[in-house]
């Protein structure tokens, strides 16, 4: 079976070009535009094998994305990648992140880094 994975990103360009991408490759890839979208669909039982979570989103960035998923038993132990442009981030990381990537990213290193999740 095919690791799932649920891209979180406001780049509405960026979300779906990377999901069909990583469908193309053999994964089952979701694109969320919003962290409450993301949110939402969870709490309805959506459990992927990995989130790619971006952190400047308007309206729910990814640190309170990233606070809700801790939140909630069962999604706290879902593996989260992030995904940013940001290079002088002033917050730290959240806790459960498993690995940062600069975007623009190198495909093959974030394959890696979902099959590693």
């Known amino acids: 079976m095919s690791k799932s994975v649920l891209i979180i990103d406001d780049d509405v ?3 779906t070009t990377l ?3 990583l469908c193309e490759l053999g994964y089952e890839a979701t694109p969320y535009f919003s962290g409450r979208e993301a949110l ?3 709490s309805e039982g959506a459990r992927p094998g990995v989130i790619l979570l971006d952190l400047m989103m308007p309206k729910m960035n990814g640190w ?3 606070d809700e998923l801790s939140a909630v038993p069962g999604l706290e132990e879902i593996p989260v990648v992030i995904m940013t442009a940001a290079s002088n981030i ?3 990381m959240p806790t459960h992140a ?3 990537i600069s975007k623009p990213f190198e495909l093959d ?3 890696k880094t979902i099959d590693d999740a």
Do not use: F, I, S
């Open 13 to 15: 360009d960026l979300a």
């Open 19 to 21: 999901a069909e991408t």
């Open 109 to 111: 290193a974030l394959l």
């Open 40 to 42: 939402d669909r969870l």
């Open 98 to 100: 498993r690995e940062v």
């Open 64 to 66: 309170k994305v990233c």
């Open 90 to 92: 002033k917050q730290p």
